[in-house]
């Protein structure tokens, strides 16, 4: 498996295979922390962070660990690189962690991140490794910001509410205001619209494969045509 193409990689991790809109993983993060974009934001982030460190990791040690106690031994690894990002999260964006809560350590529970350490990881050279965890985590990211800009849109009638959050005081003017005295739809923030939320965007994307797959059946046809 050592021969899988970087384009392969990228187009799997943003579109084809993305972790949360296609192989469905790491949903309780994705529905609980996308009320705004700055919360997605910041897990997406730490989860990016703990795909890659993960990844290489997992990649570096695999011709040495035996197969019968690889998954623990996978696991203590993303339990250590997630409680090094939560105590810097705490140190450096505290208020954000306070945001998060829970949900930081979590990150050691998301079957995403074992899933690509079990599956790709341990079989590929630590640049693929590297590659993979950053474009899954930014898969993930994207997935993420676009639910709970969904929904702080929807929910609350703004786009970046509390950047100052992760970017400091001086973000406080990042904030966009989509509707001027917006009471807000309680719905869009609450639980239920984020899986509300997140059908939508798994319509959209299986809107789009069809439409892709038809115009590249339409093209092998007109090959075919031209050939013949």
């Given at each position: 498996?050592?021969?899988?193409p970087?384009?392969?990689?990228?187009?799997d991790?943003?579109?084809?295979?993305?972790?949360?809109?296609?192989?469905?993983?790491?949903?309780?993060?994705?529905?609980?922390?996308?009320?705004t974009?700055?919360?997605?934001?910041?897990?997406?982030?730490?989860?990016?962070?703990?795909l890659?460190?993960?990844n290489?990791?997992?990649?570096?040690i695999?011709?040495?660990?035996?197969?019968?106690?690889?998954?623990?031994?996978y696991?203590?690894i993303i339990a250590?690189v997630?409680t090094?990002?939560?105590?810097?999260?705490?140190?450096y964006?505290?208020e954000?962690?306070?945001?998060?809560?829970?949900?930081i350590?979590?990150?050691?529970?998301?079957?995403?991140?074992?899933?690509?350490?079990e599956?790709?990881?341990?079989?590929?050279t630590?640049p693929?490794?590297?590659?993979?965890?950053?474009?899954?985590?930014?898969?993930?990211?994207?997935?993420l910001?676009?639910?709970?800009?969904?929904?702080?849109?929807i929910?609350?009638?703004?786009?970046?509410?509390?950047?100052?959050?992760?970017f400091?005081?001086?973000?406080?003017?990042?904030?966009?205001?989509?509707?001027?005295?917006?009471?807000?739809?309680?719905?869009?923030i609450?639980?239920?619209?984020?899986f509300?939320?997140?059908?939508?965007?798994l319509?959209?994307?299986?809107?789009?494969?069809?439409?892709?797959?038809k115009?590249?059946?339409?093209?092998?046809?007109?090959?075919?045509e031209?050939?013949?």
């Open positions: 498996m050592n021969d899988t970087y384009g392969k990689i990228v187009a991790g943003l579109w084809y295979n993305n972790a949360a809109l296609v192989q469905l993983l790491g949903l309780c993060p994705l529905l609980a922390i996308s009320g974009v700055v919360n997605a934001l910041g897990l997406g982030l730490a989860t990016t962070l703990t890659i460190a993960s290489v990791s997992v990649s570096f695999r011709n040495w660990v035996r197969p019968e106690i690889r998954i623990p031994i696991v203590l250590s997630v090094a990002i939560e105590l810097a999260m705490n140190a964006f505290h954000l962690y306070l945001v998060l809560g829970i949900f350590p979590l990150i050691v529970t998301n079957c995403a991140i074992i899933g690509r350490a599956a790709f990881a341990s079989k590929h630590i693929k490794a590297f590659v993979d965890g950053l474009i899954m985590g930014i898969g993930f990211t994207l997935a910001v676009a639910l709970g800009g969904m929904r702080e849109a929910g609350q009638g703004t786009l970046f509410d509390q950047a100052h959050l992760m400091g005081e001086a973000a406080r003017g990042l904030t966009v205001t989509l509707i001027e005295d917006y009471r807000g739809f309680l719905l869009a609450l639980p239920p619209g984020a509300i939320g997140l059908g939508l965007l319509a959209v994307k299986n809107l789009v494969d069809d439409r892709l797959e115009r590249a059946v339409r093209r092998a046809e007109a090959l075919g031209a050939r013949a």
